[in-house]
């Protein structure tokens, strides 16, 4: 089964310092992609970046940058120089396949503070 | 090019009622899928559709729910006989094609409150 696993339920981060979301995930599969989306209080799902998998190349997306390791099937989400719009909850997502059907599956999600 | 829109943005229903979420996918967008948020959750996958037909719906309980995208007009999530439990953030993603691998279009949400 195919599952997403974000442990840390919250982080706070000084404004203009990094963090760091980790994000653990199981499949079976070979090819496949990998999301990080951002939901701020007006509960809008905005997606950060993605990386696909069969791209070794870790995707960075302005300040934010990805560690992708997928033999450790572990994808987590580097915020730089953090800005008090960070503060949101943040979802790491997998993109099923199966059959003629495409999906995604989430985290349970990650609040972030971003302290002045 | 307006993006996903949701309506309404809240719905009060009282138990028993029904409940009738829309979703207007971007346009050129073909494809729609709902996805249900509980309170301290990560979005949960409901139904995937294309236009006048349901692709997958592993997500939908058996009983009360149902989806559509007709060839005109928004997609409709209806929820029958709404109950305590149903309340929660409903949202729709759209994408042009079977192709989400550049990331889903998601809308607002729709928040359902059941009392």
């Known amino acids: 089964a195919q599952t997403v696993t974000q442990s840390q339920p919250e982080m706070s981060v000084q404004e203009a310092e990094t963090v760091t979301l980790s994000c653990t995930y199981d499949t079976s599969e070979s090819d496949y992609y990998l999301f990080w989306y951002k939901q701020p209080p007006s509960r809008q799902m905005i997606l950060v970046i993605r990386q696909e998998a069969y791209k070794q190349q870790n995707a960075t997306e302005n300040r934010f940058s990805v560690n992708f390791q997928k033999a450790a099937k572990s994808f987590s989400l580097k915020i730089s120089d953090s800005q008090l719009g960070d503060a949101a909850m943040y979802f790491c997502?997998?993109?099923?396949?199966?059959?003629?059907?495409?999906?995604?599956?989430f985290g349970k999600g990650m609040k972030l503070t971003v302290n002045p | 090019n307006a993006g996903v829109m949701q309506n309404p943005r809240h719905l009060v229903r009282r138990r028993g009622q029904e409940a009738r979420l829309r979703c207007s996918p971007m346009?050129?967008?073909?494809?729609v899928y709902w996805y249900r948020q509980l309170p301290e959750e990560g979005l949960k996958f409901m139904v995937y559709l294309q236009k006048e037909n349901i692709i997958d719906e592993s997500g939908m309980p058996k009983e009360r729910f149902s989806a559509e995208f007709p060839k005109e007009g928004p997609s409709i999530l209806r929820i029958q006989q709404v109950v305590r439990g149903d309340s929660a953030a409903y949202f729709c993603?759209?994408?042009?094609?079977?192709?989400?691998?550049?990331?889903?279009?998601f809308g607002s949400g729709t928040r359902l409150t059941v009392v």
């Open positions: 997502a997998y993109r099923r396949t199966q059959g003629g059907s495409e999906k995604l599956v």
């Open positions: 346009k050129g967008h073909s494809h």
């Open positions: 993603a759209s994408s042009p094609s079977r192709g989400g691998h550049y990331g889903y279009t």
